[in-house]
């Protein structure tokens, strides 16, 4: 009887750890989609050029129109639907959330290089030209329930134009 016990012990330890290993497996997968669709978003985003800007020889991104293109890349992206949450057969199981989408451009009064901060994300860089930023996030997914609540996975992207002086 000791025996079975203790054999009962080890297997649920051993299913724990396992489903914890999943969890984190998943969580690895989540952010590298998150990833990868935040930087081709930002970069759909960033074509959005104001032409009449553009005519004067200024980089000038149209904020409406990205911010339509950067959603809309999102969607396709990631299989999600217009409130940014997954459809049948997404892999994501929470919705995505928008939680920055800035444009630092010539519109804005920007010089170039510039350094830009925003410690709220952890994001600091040198940027060489007009350029779109965002930040998405979406819930931690969750295998095994504990009393800490895990941290949403968060992605940040920054796309930028290199002007040639």
Known sequence: MDYIIKLAFVLLIFIYSWFFQIQNQEWDIMRSMLKDANNMAVHDASQELNEAARAQGRLVIDPDKAYATFRHSLQSNLGLDDGLS?????????????????????ATGNTFPML?????????????????????ETEHPVLISRNKVQEAITVPAVQEYKLNH
């Open 116 to 136: 830009y901060e925003d410690p709220a994300y952890g994001i600091t860089k040198y940027i060489q030209g007009p350029s779109v930023i965002a930040v998405i």
């Open 86 to 106: 997954p459809l049948a057969g997404s892999r994501l199981q929470a919705q995505v959330r928008i939680v920055k989408f800035d444009i630092v451009d010539e």
